[in-house]
């Protein structure tokens, strides 16, 4: 009786980059959700909603690169960066588009967090891999 060769089993997104931009996304709209139901079911202030936002953008950061981190085989600080990069521009042009909000050091700070945390979280997911 001749064993029947399985697949290789493949990743539902086969590119690391794509698939942590998705799960960046994804943790975006959950903290989006999470900051906006706290902003009107406590006491919080809309002073504080920009540092708030800004811890936001970097976690989604930080899972998008561990995930992208964890996916890649090697270079895991340079795809998180990349990741970190594309993250942060694609949250400068959608609110720029959105609210024609301008290109200020608020959009070069949320850059070099986006960057920052990404790069982190690649450098973790990378080690992470089994």
Request: aromatic content about 8%.
């Amino acid at each position: 009786m001749s064993s029947v060769k399985q697949a290789p089993k493949s990743p539902l997104i086969a590119s690391p980059l794509l698939a942590g931009v998705l799960f960046s996304i994804i943790w975006l709209a959950i903290g989006a959700l999470l900051l906006s139901l706290l902003l009107h079911f406590t006491d919080m202030k809309e002073s504080s909603l920009s540092t708030n936002a800004l811890l936001i953008h970097g976690f989604a950061s930080l899972a998008g690169g561990f995930t992208t981190g964890r996916r890649s085989e090697s270079k895991g600080w340079y795809n998180g960066a990349i990741l970190g990069l594309l993250y942060g521009a694609a949250v400068i042009l959608i609110s720029f588009l959105a609210s024609n909000a301008p290109i200020s050091l608020h959009s070069a700070v949320v850059l070099g967090a986006a960057l920052l945390t990404g790069a982190f979280g690649g450098m973790i997911g990378v080690n992470m891999k089994k």
